[in-house]
């Protein structure tokens, strides 16, 4: 199979290269690096059938001609994390909707190629009253145009209409990924993820900065759990056309809880200080107090379980970052 990484050099992408790469399949990755980094696939350049091109997916000539050559493409290139979208509103929703929709008009032309479209739990927006737990049909609830972090959950959102209008009037196959906190190594914290500010704040023996009360709850899911979930639906038939939540019920935990825990497995002096919303992001920042997937969907076309427990997940991310000093 010859599979087309969009975003490839990021996070998620490089770990899915080289799930793909094992498998002895072909990868090509386009990435622009606004967020992504080679240190992330310089460890694939020599590997047999790896090719990468730093561009945008904007450039219609080129990505016109590595969609002919593929067989599945992996649209994982997308403006992420919270700071960066409040910060550069304007870049991440040129990014995320028009990038989208030159990869699908190309995948349409290109003979139909199966595109599996990475999305997000921030699809699902506010909290509501008794609400938790997240199935892939529930209703949106999200905060006013004024907030700039529900843009986010706009244009992926908009990503998902295109998925399954292209799919519904062109017959294009197409998968939808909504990834919940997925974390490991190579992730940065420059963008607002917490698992990576929080264990190199502890390594550093700075102090934790927890935003708001600490008392929210997230599901994070280690990256190999993920691609191995997103591998498993590219090759489902019975995926086209549908969206799936991917995460890790099991590792449910409140921030101040994993604030600790980093702290205990960096084996760490660093004090845990509270800073409110407002003095990281903009004035209003509204936050989801609780996130949890149900992935019963996933589990029943694929067969699906996450694996990685919280504590191997976390001693992973410290060794990596202890590891670059």
């Not at 080289?18 to 990868?27: F, G, N, S, T, Y």
């Not at 694939?44 to 067989?71: A, C, P, V, W």
């Not at 008009?105 to 003979?111: I, T, V």
């Not at 921030?122 to 938790?132: A, S």
């Amino acid at each position: 199979m010859k599979n087309l990484i969009t975003g490839g050099a990021g996070f998620i992408g490089s770990h899915l290269a080289e799930a793909l790469l094992k498998q002895k399949e072909e990868v090509v990755v386009v990435d622009d690096l606004s967020t992504g980094r080679m240190d992330n696939i310089n460890h694939l350049r020599k590997e047999k059938g790896f090719s990468y091109h730093i561009d945008t997916i904007m450039n219609e000539h080129l990505m016109k001609r590595l969609t002919q050559k593929s067989d599945v493409i992996f649209h994982l290139a997308a403006a992420v994390g919270v700071k960066y979208i409040i910060d550069n509103p304007l870049k991440s929703i040129e990014t995320n909707v028009k990038g989208t929709e030159m990869v699908f008009k190309l995948a349409d032309r290109a003979g139909k190629k199966k595109v599996i479209l990475a999305s997000t739990s921030e699809i699902y927006g506010k909290d509501r009253p008794g609400k938790r737990v997240f199935k892939e049909e529930d209703d949106r609830l999200l905060g006013s145009t004024s907030i700039s972090r529900w843009s986010y959950s706009c244009t992926k959102a908009l990503d998902e209409f295109l998925a399954l209008a292209y799919r519904r009037e062109r017959g294009l196959p197409v998968i939808i990924a909504r990834f919940f906190n997925t974390c490991g190594p190579r992730q940065t914290g420059r963008y607002g993820m917490v698992v990576p500010r929080f264990i190199k704040q502890a390594i550093d023996n700075r102090p934790i900065t927890v935003y708001g009360d600490g008392k929210q709850t997230r599901c994070f899911t280690d990256v190999q759990d993920t691609v191995k979930a997103v591998i498993l639906l590219s090759k489902n038939p019975n995926a086209i056309g549908e969206a799936f939540n991917i995460g890790n019920p099991d590792n449910k935990i409140t921030i101040n809880a994993l604030a600790k825990r980093a702290k205990s497995l960096a084996g760490s002096k660093s004090r845990i200080k509270h800073v409110p919303y407002e003095k990281v992001y903009e004035k209003g920042f509204e936050d989801m107090r609780h996130r949890e997937p149900d992935i019963s969907k996933l589990k029943q076309i694929t067969g699906f379980v996450p694996e990685t427990d919280m504590n191997h997940m976390l001693s992973r991310i410290v060794g990596y970052l202890k590891s670059r000093g």
